[in-house]
């Protein structure tokens, strides 16, 4: 593999289990997400606040908005090699993906560009195409899950890297968020995803690895 995205899990232990609503309200105030989300599933919460924009369908014009490099400082980012070529690398990858699905020609790429987060800044690339005909939810998330921005490129054997070397389930870390309407849907990728479970929060954070990496 040329890039691998491999993760890690932090636990918190409250002194007392909060609201998870109103837990969720205060983070959300604090880090202002592009992409919010509340979800309870059974006694736990799961919340997240993610920037990216996994892909968005508006009458067959399908958008991917792929995150790669994280920093406080603008000049860092936009200038470092390996933030560059990672973002490539999935942007590439992101091109071979909607290829499946999206009419040939149609594929267009821009980038790097630049988005500017309270916390933090991240490069990006737009990836757009045009969808085959009785092209729908079930062909999209066949050709594009899980977005390449968290496995790595080439998908597969990132994949399988992960599954080796990861010692726990991703579960609701790095996976999709989305509406779904009549003509326009709209998926994040599940990242700043955290889940409450009683009084213990949950945290599964990744990074990606190129030979430009420095342990």
């Given at each position: 593999a040329y890039e691998i995205n491999l993760s890690q899990r932090w636990t918190w232990r409250f002194k007392r289990t909060p609201n998870p609503a109103e837990l969720f309200s205060?983070?959300?105030?604090?880090?202002?997400?592009?992409?919010g989300f509340f979800e309870r599933t059974?006694?736990?919460?799961?919340?997240g606040f993610?920037?990216?924009?996994?892909?968005s369908v508006n009458n067959r014009h399908i958008l991917a908005e792929p995150i790669k490099g994280t920093s406080v400082n603008a000049d860092n980012l936009?200038?470092?090699?390996?933030?560059?070529?990672?973002?490539?690398m999935i942007t590439d990858?992101?091109?071979?993906?909607?290829?499946k699905i999206c009419v040939p020609g149609s594929i267009r790429a821009a980038g790097p560009m630049e988005l500017e987060i309270p916390y933090a800044r991240h490069l990006f690339s737009r990836v757009r195409g045009r969808l085959r005909a009785r092209t729908g939810l079930p062909e999209i998330l066949a050709a594009l899950f899980p977005s390449g921005s968290v496995t790595g490129a080439?998908?597969?054997s990132s994949c399988r890297i992960?599954?080796?070397l990861e010692p726990f389930c991703r579960e609701e870390a790095f996976g999709a968020v989305g509406s779904i309407g009549a003509t326009r849907m709209e998926f994040a990728v599940s990242i700043r995803t955290a889940r409450l479970m009683g009084r213990l929060l949950r945290y599964t954070a990744g990074g990606g690895i190129?030979?430009?990496?420095d342990p």
């Open positions: 205060k983070i959300g105030a604090a880090m202002r997400p592009r992409f059974g006694a736990d919460a799961v919340m993610s920037p990216e924009l996994f892909f936009i200038h470092s090699e390996k933030d560059r070529a990672e973002l490539l990858l992101f091109r071979n993906d909607l290829g080439p998908k597969i992960i599954d080796r190129t030979v430009y990496s």
